[in-house]
């Protein structure tokens, strides 16, 4: 079974610049969740997609990022214009419906470097 | 408010020695709560969960509801346990999410 795939890997860019991730989840798997994981702490939730509709932004910076999902598959997370403090690993996850296992499977992460 | 707390940033045992790695939490009634590790250069993934009273690698967890704890333990930690650990509960609401707690880095020395 392929696993959640992420790219880019890494990414490097000035603060104000924009810069684009992308996610496959695997197959199957409804929910879909951006993870954001600052160097020194645990991964924080940004935004959690059920299918194609957005379950849970609360902790998404509107002002900034966005993500979409729009055929209920691959997802796209973007931020724009970024800042310093956005330096981070971004995970992608995703996970079954309908099986209260709780079982997340990550992808490798993206991880982005603003200068 | 609903959290979990990790209180140790770093771990650091010797081969053989047992290990506890600790977990509260802020819930209230009976959480479904997860153990996550991340081993170098690997994905996340997970460890155990409490529901299923499971031993993966040795590693158990038991839900202690009068201290409000879930913490890890290994009786004879490996060298290869070294690892960053995430206790994991869920937002309580009907769509299931998982919150992270800060994470403990735990090194096991030779």
């Known amino acids: 079974e392929a696993g959640v795939a992420q790219s880019p890997r890494y990414k490097i860019i000035e603060k104000r610049q924009s810069v684009a991730f992308w996610c496959n989840p695997i197959?199957?798997?409804?929910?879909l969740y951006w993870y954001q994981q600052i160097l020194g702490q645990g991964p924080k939730l940004l935004i959690q997609?059920?299918?194609?509709?957005?379950?849970?932004d609360s902790q998404l910076p509107k002002d900034r990022f966005s993500a979409e999902r729009l055929k209920g598959v691959d997802s796209t997370l973007k931020i724009q214009p970024a800042k310093l403090e956005d330096s981070a690993v971004y995970l992608c996850?995703?996970?079954?419906?309908?099986?209260?296992?709780?079982?997340?499977?990550f992808g490798e992460g993206s991880r982005l470097t603003v200068l | 408010a609903q959290r979990v707390t990790q209180p140790e940033k770093l771990l650091s045992v010797f081969k053989g020695a047992p290990v506890e790695l600790k977990c509260n939490y802020s819930?209230?009634?009976?959480?479904?709560l997860f153990w996550y590790v991340q081993y170098s250069r690997q994905r996340l993934q997970l460890l155990l969960r409490?529901?299923s009273r499971e031993s993966i690698k040795g590693f158990t967890a038991d839900l202690n509801k009068g201290e409000t704890s879930f913490h890890l333990k290994k009786p004879f930690a490996q060298e290869e346990d070294s690892a960053m650990y995430y206790c994991?509960?869920?937002?309580?609401?009907?769509?299931?999410?998982?919150?992270f707690g800060k994470g403990t880095l735990l090194t096991v020395n030779p």
């Open positions: 996850a995703s996970s079954s419906t309908g099986v209260r296992t709780g079982e997340l499977f």
């Open positions: 197959s199957g798997h409804a929910t």
């Open positions: 997609f059920q299918n194609n509709g957005v379950v849970d």
């Open positions: 819930y209230s009634g009976s959480p479904e």
């Open positions: 409490h529901i």
């Open positions: 994991a509960p869920p937002r309580l609401g009907s769509n299931y999410k998982l919150t």
